[in-house]
Structures are given as structure tokens and as C-alpha cells.
């Protein structure tokens, strides 16, 4: 219901009308909310579009920062999969490899680079990392908030490299997924 990106100091947020009822669990963890035709978040009502144009404008902003990777926290098994099936949905799939070289997902790449800590949700590391704490599960915090655990822990290009994927790898598994969700 929210996709968000940010380079740097420009950012990219857009809130997405659902195309199904939001189960109350959903809401009380994002605040977001559909009452009539208005989405909400956190009592206020937001500019929701639908996901087609959302996501046209998503990679209309990736293009302009190409080549670029993207990089989330469980993003493999979480946010990646839902804008790969999203993109097939709307006939988008083959548009993302024209702008994102790779996907890279923090959460096994803090597990490695600490080890020791009791949690490595993000929440938990923006805690005890930044001491800060912030809005969680709200896309446009999240990615911002990622960007600071990134700048601050400075990890090298290789332990990157090391905990990315393909575009191409990462549509083709959830295409395989997709296409064989009956027989799991």
C-alpha cells in the first residue's frame, strides 16, 4: 500500500489504493486504513494512486538515477517479491532491469556483520546502532531510516556484492513460485 526509495537526499514515496480489503493485523502494524474511497494513514487521509501508476512512477524515478541497486531490510523475502508480482500484474516486469542492476537484503548482511545482537529486525538495529527510534512499517521512514544504518556501518562494496542478487535471478524465482504456488 506504500512504496518509497531514497539516493541520498532525493526521496520517492507514493501510497497505493488496495485492491483488496486491508485485514485489521495489516492496519494496526502500517496505521494505513481504507474507509469509502480514501486511504489513511493514522487517522489522516493520504493521495493514494492505483498501482499501476505507482509503480510507473517508481521506475520513472529509478531511471533517472541508473544504473542503480536497490537495497532493502528482508527485502529477498518480503518487499522484492511483492514488487516483482506487482510489476507482472501491471505487464511491468521486463521495465525494472532497464534501471536496477541488483537487489541487496541488510538483514543477513547485519546478521553477519553482528553477530551477537538478540535481534537484527530493523527496528532493533536502528536502536541499537543509531540509538534512535523511529516509524516503523511505514515505507518512506523505513527507507530512510536504512539509509542511516547503511551511511553509519559503512559496509565495503564486497559485503554488499556478497548479499545481492540478480534482478533477473530475483524475477525469474518468484515467477517460478508464481507459476508453481498450487503444487507447494
Known sequence: MQIAAVSNSDKFSEYILPSQII?????????LQMQGHTLYYNGNPVHA???TEALILFLAWLSERKPCVLIGHNFKQFDCPRIIRALETCNLTNTISDSVQGIVDTLPLYRKLFPSLISHKQEF???????EQYVAHNAEEDVKTLQGLITNTNPTDNVLVRHSTTVSSMIDLEMYKFENESEL
Do not use: D, F, M
Open 49 to 51: 494512486v492505483p498501482i
Open 125 to 131: 538495529l536502528v536502536s541499537e546502532i543509531l540509538h
Open 23 to 31: 485485514a485489521p493485523s495489516a492496519s494496526a502494524v502500517t496505521g
